[in-house]
Each structure stands twice: as structure tokens, then as C-alpha cells.
């Protein structure tokens, strides 16, 4: 599900209209506390525990639905912009 908020982005006076494929995956491992919540919440098995940490391991699945970003407790997995590395 996308919200209006998923396809905005702020820049210096004003907004301007991204599309969700300017969208990837992006991990913050050391974050990652390993809880497992994002795995269980992934419709498209695209996440996996690693030695207690979350790992991506079918990327070319993910949908981007955002639901791993929106269960993760430690803000360890989001969606992130492509072009600037965010």
C-alpha cells in the first residue's frame, strides 16, 4: 500500500513527485536487534535472519510495500532513495 507521503519529497521550497521505483530496500544492520518481525511481515520471503541480524536475500521479490519498514521496531529496514544514497 502507498501513501500520498510515499510518493513526495521534500526539497527546499516545496515538494516534488517520485515514484515508488526510485525507491529501494536499504538496511541499517547494526540496528537490527533481531527480532524477526519484518521476516514474518514480508509477503514476498524477501528477508531472512542471518546470524541474528536481518539480511536481504531476494531483493528482485521485493514488491515495496513498505510493511518490513513500517513492523521494525529499531527503524532498521526502510525504503530509501536510489539516486542520493538515502
Known amino acids: ?3 500520498l507521503y510515499d510518493s513526495l519529497t521534500i526539497f527546499k521550497g516545496g515538494f516534488k513527485l517520485t515514484s515508488i521505483d526510485d525507491k529501494e530496500l536499504k538496511l541499517k544492520v547494526e540496528w537490527c536487534k533481531g527480532c524477526g518481525i519484518c521476516v514474518e511481515f514480508c509477503p514476498k520471503n524477501v528477508l531472512e535472519l542471518k546470524q541474528g541480524k ?10 515495496k510495500c513498505g510493511q518490513c519498514e513500517l513492523r521494525c521496531p529499531d527503524y ?4 530509501g532513495g536510489k539516486e542520493d544514497g538515502k
Open 1 to 3: 500500500m502507498m501513501y
Open 54 to 63: 536481518i539480511n536481504i536475500k531476494n531483493l528482485e521479490a521485493c514488491i
Open 76 to 79: 532498521a529496514i526502510y525504503l
